[in-house]
């Protein structure tokens, strides 16, 4: 059978209630506006409040704080499917806590493999990240990135730009997070006009650019490398890329 | 006269780009409720320049003013270059507003000595004050020490600074005093050592400090300056050298004249090898003898030591210790942590370290999988070193996004 759902968290934990007590076997299982063949017999998973809720109380009674921790992480990587590997994942560790230690097992490994990646780009857009200030010296930052890092990101702002108002946009999933004196978290978008800049935001560009261009060396360049260790997928708003 | 900003930027940056020292790892995070800026231990790389570098600190000099003439420096006194100065002020401007943008991680401050030692160290301190005091500014700060500056005012540094060093950059003292006449390798020293004493009297855990080596400017071998970089370790005086490429920036009837390109690869062995001392376990003289002074460019220095000691192979991968796991040329770090959380629910064979995404391009030669050795290359140095350094048939391969890892070599 192919289930279909909605791509929530709620409808993902609906549905391994369902394979418990329902007993369904699955081939595939596929978010909303996959595609589909058309002698797919069907599972269509409806949330419900009450199902998911007590899986979600079961696998945090039975999982391990790092192992819970890490099904939340592989959840966060929304343009993979892993579907099918984390619903082996949650099965084998109702089983065996322990037995999710063994990387041999394929569907774990995958999901190891996945939540490393998920870090490796988390890691990689802290860096790349980038604010410019807005005339209410808000910091403002657009982001476009291939996982839901968002609130990751967020959080690790949080320490370092702790007395500062800022805002961190992902434009593609319509969500920010808003760290300010009033509210800390993320929020859904609608549609967002994009105020205008502070005076010396141009100025610091500027500067950051001369200074970006100055400090390679002509005779070791190796652009190779640079595109090994910044893709073109992280330039977009990457400011000393875009002349 | 007066320059704009933007030329002091363009001039000073470019003034201190021969420093390679970037990281800003090796910190814990301390940020404070209602101040600015943290630092992460792992270090973060904001961007990469054109020649493959990371950038994670404002890498720049207070000035490139200088009363020294030491020959291999572009900024040296007898040099006809631009010469530029920040003010304090200016610089922790630059600073706070970069690290808002996150453009950076904090802010990397050395300077040529304009007037004297003392005065030029009391410019950096004051651009210090500024950071840490006016702007409560808790990120990332090293500090490019001026040897034979007094030793308050090191104090001082030491105490607002986030690491601080000192470059020997030549492996001699023969070799300093041809080069760099107003240097010697006590002066150079001196700083490191005060330093280290100074921190260490305020709690148990010293400064993190470092230096820079020019390789290739004099004749010193690869084990002189292992020999030399592993004495430092030893007494805990340094948590990381640097390997410089000697890149001819000036004449001098002292310095190898021509030399088309920068020893780089020369430079990157002595990195590689620089790690197994650190993080793997072995001495200076396992890696470079008597009889062989000089790293192989060939290979990577764990595999040339590997060749030298046949006699340790091949090793069984489920029942190598750790340490002997990771002195298995191609196995690193995470491989040996694979294997061994690996290992627990199963003997490994050979397909399993492939499931496991563990290359086995250069660990196959070496290692035993579940009493079973790989039929193709006898074990002797000559037929597995012929194996390793012939190129392979080119095959297109995808890259793999696991293994693109951005953060290799942090542990």
Same mark, same amino acid.
């Given at each position: ?40 017999? !069907? ?15 079961? !696998? ?26 984390? !619903? ?61 890092? !968002? ?93 | $006269?007066?320059? *704009?900003?933007?030329?002091? $930027?363009?001039?000073?940056? *470019? ?47 207070? &000035? ?30 630059? &600073?706070?507003?970069? %690290?808002?943008?996150? %453009? ?16 030029? $160290? ?17 990120? %990332?700060? #090293?500090?490019?020490?001026? =040897?034979?500056? *007094? ?32 240097? &010697? ?11 280290? *004493? ?7 855990? =010293? ?42 920036? +000036?004449?001098?009837? +002292?310095? @190898? ?7 780089? /690869?020369?430079? #990157? ?10 993080? %793997? ?47 298995? @040329? ?59 350094? &012939? ?7 995808? =890259?793999? /996004? ?10």
């Amino acid at each position: 059978m192919v289930a279909i759902y909605d791509g929530s968290f709620e409808a993902f934990l609906t549905l391994v209630h369902d394979v418990y007590y329902k007993k369904i076997t699955l081939e595939v299982i596929k978010k909303e506006g996959a595609e589909i063949a058309l002698f797919d017999e !069907l599972y269509e998973v409806r949330v419900d409040e009450q199902k998911s809720e007590a899986v979600l109380e079961a !696998l945090q009674k039975k999982f391990t704080k790092e192992n819970f921790e890490r099904i939340l992480h592989i959840f966060m990587c929304d343009t993979r499917d892993f579907e099918m590997d984390l !619903l082996c994942y949650i099965v084998t560790g109702f089983k065996s806590q322990k037995e999710l230690q063994n990387i041999n097992t394929p569907c774990i490994f995958k999901l190891h493999a996945m939540q490393k990646e998920f870090f490796h780009v988390y890691h990689k857009m802290s860096g790349f990240l980038r604010f410019e200030e807005l005339v209410d010296e808000t910091l403002y930052a657009k982001l476009e990135v291939k996982y839901n890092v !968002l609130s990751l990101l967020g959080k690790h702002f949080s320490k370092r730009l702790n007395n500062q108002n800022y805002i961190i946009h992902d434009i593609k999933r319509e969500l920010a997070f808003v760290h300010t004196k009033e509210f800390k978290g993320v929020q859904k978008v609608a549609d967002f006009d994009l105020p205008t800049h502070s005076a010396s935001e141009e100025k610091f560009q500027k500067l950051w650019k001369t200074f970006f261009k100055s400090v390679a060396i002509k005779s070791r360049e190796n652009k190779k490398l640079q595109r090994q260790t910044v893709p073109f997928l992280y330039r977009t708003y990457m400011s000393e890329f875009n002349s | $006269m007066k320059k *704009d900003i933007y030329a002091k $930027m363009q001039i000073l940056s *470019d003034s201190a780009k021969y420093d390679v020292s970037c990281s800003s790892s090796g910190s814990d995070s301390n940020y404070k409720t209602g101040e600015l800026g943290a630092t992460h231990n792992s270090g973060i790389c904001h961007t990469f320049t054109a020649d493959g570098r990371c950038v994670s600190l404002l890498k720049v000099l207070l &000035t490139n003013f200088c009363i020294y003439d030491c020959a291999y420096c572009i900024n040296r006194v007898s040099n006809d270059i631009e010469r530029a100065a920040f003010s304090p002020r200016e610089l922790a401007d630059i &600073t706070i507003n970069f %690290y808002k943008r996150n %453009y950076i991680e904090g802010l990397f401050i050395s300077s040529g000595i304009i007037e004297s030692e003392d005065h030029t $160290m009391e410019l950096i301190l004051r651009t210090l004050r500024i950071l840490r005091f006016e702007h409560k500014f808790n990120g %990332y700060i #090293h500090v490019k020490l001026i =040897p034979g500056s *007094d030793a308050l005012l090191i104090e001082e540094v030491v105490k607002l600074a986030s690491r601080v060093s000192s470059n020997i950059e030549l492996p001699s003292d023969a070799s300093l005093k041809l080069l760099a006449p107003n240097k &010697t390798k006590e002066k150079v020293l001196q700083p490191l050592k005060l330093a280290r *004493d100074i921190s260490l009297e305020r709690s148990n855990k =010293p400064i993190g400090m470092s230096t820079q080596l020019i390789v290739g400017a004099s004749p010193e071998s690869d084990r002189d300056i292992l020999k030399l970089s592993s004495v430092l370790y030893d007494k805990a005086l340094l948590k990381r050298v640097y390997y410089s490429a000697y890149i001819p920036v +000036n004449d001098d009837k +002292n310095l @190898p004249s021509i030399i088309n390109k920068p020893p780089l /690869l020369r430079e #990157h062995r002595l990195y590689q090898a620089d790690w197994l001392l650190r993080f %793997y376990g072995f001495e200076y003289n396992e890696i470079v003898t008597e009889h062989k002074p000089n790293l192989d460019e060939e290979l990577d220095p764990k595999t040339f030591w590997a060749l030298n000691n046949l006699h340790l192979f091949p090793i069984e991968i489920n029942k190598a210790s750790k340490e002997e796991l990771i002195r298995i @040329p191609g196995i690193g770090v995470r491989g040996a942590f694979k294997i061994i959380k690996a290992r627990r629910f199963k003997r490994l064979k050979f397909e399993d370290l492939v499931a496991l995404k563990i290359s086995i391009k250069r660990a196959k030669y070496f290692i035993l999988c579940d009493g079973v050795f790989q039929k193709e290359i006898p074990l002797y140095e000559d037929h597995i070193k012929k194996a390793l350094i &012939t190129p392979q048939n080119k095959k297109s391969i995808q =890259p793999n /996004l696991f293994d693109v890892s951005g953060i290799t070599g942090e542990i």
